[in-house]
């Protein structure tokens, strides 16, 4: 099946720095890469996600690019902001299959 | 269009009872999800119903069981609970468990096994 591996685990960045989360994926078939955010006690909220046959996605401050060769995609956060602390999870789905999540990165904005 | 529902939020219940948690998809939605969340441990994947069949599952003892019912409406049972399966378990649901479906999760229910 399916291996999402997510780095980095932890990630600590200046308010109004960047933030980079990268994620890989074995399988080609993956199509549909999402991205969540989940603040402490709540559901996971789906921020950006990308398909196959996209190489990038920008959403304001959030963008989201993939490499279908090398089997990689990222997540990037510009100019953060404390609001934006949370743990983030990709995921990578293949039609008729299951999401396949990644293990988390625990993102923290020092104001 | 109203949210994922799961009931109850929270349990608490001892060791060797049995539970049954209940998720609710967002209207249209097909397919349901559910996953194990531990501190630390990211999203275990517990199994995934479309259209009231079983379609996928994870690597959990069959002590987890699950069904769907025809209006999408879903519900996991654990039985002879152990201490280990204190958790969040969180269902997702989808417009149908295919291409390019977004997945919307619930809040969860809570479970605390003593």
């Known amino acids: 099946g399916e291996n999402v591996e997510q780095h980095p685990s932890t990630l600590s960045v200046q308010e109004g720095d960047s933030a980079v989360i990268k994620c890989t994926y074995s399988d080609s078939a993956s199509n549909y890469f999402p991205w969540y955010k989940q603040e402490l006690g709540k559901r996971p909220q789906l921020i950006i996600d990308i398909r196959s046959n996209v190489g990038e996605k920008k959403d304001q401050r959030i963008a989201v690019t993939l490499n279908k060769t090398a089997k990689h995609f990222s997540l990037h956060i510009t100019e953060t902001q404390p609001e934006d602390s949370a743990v983030y999870f990709c995921?990578?789905?293949?039609?008729?299959?299951?999401?396949?999540f990644g293990t988390g990165t625990s993102l923290t904005v020092i104001p | 269009k109203a949210g994922v529902t799961q009931t109850p939020r929270y349990l608490i219940k001892t060791r060797g009872q049995q539970v049954t948690l209940s998720c609710s998809p967002i209207s249209g939605h097909r397919s349901v999800s559910w996953y194990q969340q531990t501190p630390g441990q990211g999203l275990q994947f517990l199994f995934e119903y479309f259209s009231e069949t079983q379609r996928n599952k994870g690597n959990f003892p069959g002590r987890f069981s699950g069904r769907q019912f025809s209006n999408s409406r879903s519900e996991m049972n654990v039985s002879t609970l152990e201490l280990g399966d204190s958790a969040l378990y969180l269902c997702a649901s989808s417009l149908a468990a295919g291409l390019y479906s977004e997945q919307y999760f619930g809040p969860g229910t809570r479970l605390t096994v003593t």
């Open positions: 995921a990578a789905s293949i039609p008729g299959n299951q999401f396949y």
